[in-house]
């Protein structure tokens, strides 16, 4: 079955330090893009890319970066620089051009303490 | 700049309508998107529609679109225990270009009440 997988489900980490979050796609999309949620505001959008070895930052990218070296895969690392990094983090994909809805995976809640 | 509006929270008895609005600020927008979460998961896309629709019905969900006043809803028909989750209405801003990027309400969380 196609989709987005994202691991790992729960992570926890201690102030000061980086992590990484994985997201995984196998359905041939082009873009994929990383949202951050928080309770009652919505969802707001960290980076995209379009194509492989291409990314933007969105709207809340400061202390955070990605890669994108394969068009499946576009980890996300959370760095010592972000300073609420308690979040849940969704990564979506889609196709590029007319209808395209996102795809999103289950998405990591990370725990910074 | 773009802003989508909802309502944070709608309680309805099972078996009644569930209506939810939203409503946007960018009068170019393309399309607009239902999307529903279901606790710590992803979101899960309901429906969309185009701008130059008024309506879209599909099987209990019937989204009416006004343009002139930038208002979209979603109506749930027969509301059920199992549509408990948060609803997020999108919009794909008309600067985004071709990047796919969507613009979301901060959602509004549906309980139905057996």
């Known amino acids: 079955d196609g989709g987005i997988t994202q691991s790992p489900k729960y992570l926890f980490r201690k102030e000061g330090q980086n992590v990484t979050l994985s997201c995984e796609q196998n359905l041939n999309h082009d873009a994929m893009y990383w949202y951050r949620q928080d309770p009652g505001q919505g969802l707001r959008l960290i980076y995209y890319s379009q194509i492989v070895n291409d990314f933007q930052k969105g709207d809340i990218a400061e202390g955070y970066s990605v890669s994108r070296e394969k068009k499946e895969s576009f980890p996300l690392t959370v760095t010592s620089a972000q300073k609420n990094p308690t979040a849940f983090y969704l990564c979506?994909?889609?196709?590029?051009?007319?209808?395209?809805?996102?795809?999103f995976g289950n998405g990591t809640r990370l725990t910074v303490t | 700049g773009e802003d989508v509006e909802q309502s944070l929270f709608l309680s309805v008895r099972e078996g009644d309508s569930s209506v939810i609005n939203c409503t946007y600020t960018?009068?170019?927008?393309?399309?607009l998107y239902w999307y529903k979460q279901e606790p710590g998961a992803g979101l899960q896309l309901l429906t969309y529609i185009f701008s130059n629709m008024d309506m879209k019905q599909d099987q209990r969900l019937t989204v009416l679109l006004n343009k002139k006043d930038k208002h979209l809803s979603l109506r749930i028909a027969d509301t059920q225990t199992g549509d408990s989750a948060i609803y997020f209405c999108a919009e794909t801003p008309s600067l985004s270009g071709n990047t796919g990027k969507l613009i979301f309400g901060q959602g509004t969380t549906l309980q139905v009440k057996p």
């Open positions: 979506a994909s889609s196709t590029t051009g007319g209808i395209s809805p996102l795809h």
């Open positions: 960018d009068s170019s927008s393309t399309y």
